[in-house]
């Protein structure tokens, strides 16, 4: 498996900073669940552990998805894009996927001249990271 990795990672083109984009998209329904990033080692461990692991640009720091939620995204597959320069991971969503208690990350429109909010949260932020 080692060697898979390795070379899976030699076709990923990291920017200067040493990240690439992740799209995760839940495998069977195609859902577009939300954008993070990657680093060699995110990308490492995920492929190893079978789990998404992700670059915190904020805290500097690996994350892997629900450590501190129990949101957990199961990798089914990662797939690199035709420049090398995304990646896309299918994963098994357990719960939500956004920080917010919502499903996905995408819950904002643009119609005509407003913004509007298109999904509620299902879940309290608070509970999902035991505050308050």
């Excluded at 492929?47 to 949101?71: D, P, V």
Aim: with cysteine; aromatic share 6%.
């Amino acid at each position: 498996m080692t060697e898979a990795i390795e070379r899976a990672l030699d076709e990923i083109r990291f920017d200067r900073d040493g990240l690439v984009p992740a799209i995760a998209q839940q495998h069977d329904s195609g859902e577009i669940l939300m954008l993070a990033w990657m680093n060699r080692e995110a990308v490492r461990l995920t492929l190893a552990e079978g789990r998404a692991c992700y670059w915190s640009r904020s805290r500097r720091a690996l994350w892997r998805k629900g450590e501190t939620s129990g949101q957990t995204q199961r990798l089914v597959e990662l797939r690199i894009d035709c420049d090398g320069d995304t990646l896309l991971l299918l994963v098994d969503q357990a719960g939500v996927a956004c920080h917010t208690g919502r499903r996905n990350c995408f819950f904002q429109a643009v119609r005509g001249e407003a913004v509007e909010t298109i999904a509620a949260p299902l879940v309290d932020p608070k509970t999902l990271y035991g505050e308050g």
